[in-house]
């Protein structure tokens, strides 16, 4: 029983080894997998900043559009004063 004690210490120390060593390999990252990580953030950044940009001609576009369909409404609203002022002339 004594032997069983004395044996069980060091072959439960010796898996804790292997299993930090086995755990410590599995761990990292290959440079391939860093520079594909860094290749997509640099893709990310991009499609980013090119959305950001979409989103200001969008906002440019939208304000050309209302300014035209205020333009619009004031040419509709001159119109149907000249056609009230036309109707008013006598014939």
Known sequence: MSLLKN???????ATL????ALFAGCG????????????LREEVNSLEAEANTL????AQLESEIQTTNRKLAECNKQKEETKANLQKLPK
């Open 28 to 39: 990292g990252l290959s440079d391939a997998q860093i520079a594909e990580l860094d290749a």
């Open 7 to 13: 044996f069980r210490t060091p072959v439960l120390a």
């Open 55 to 58: 989103k200001d001609q969008r």
């Open 17 to 20: 080894f292997i299993s930090m």
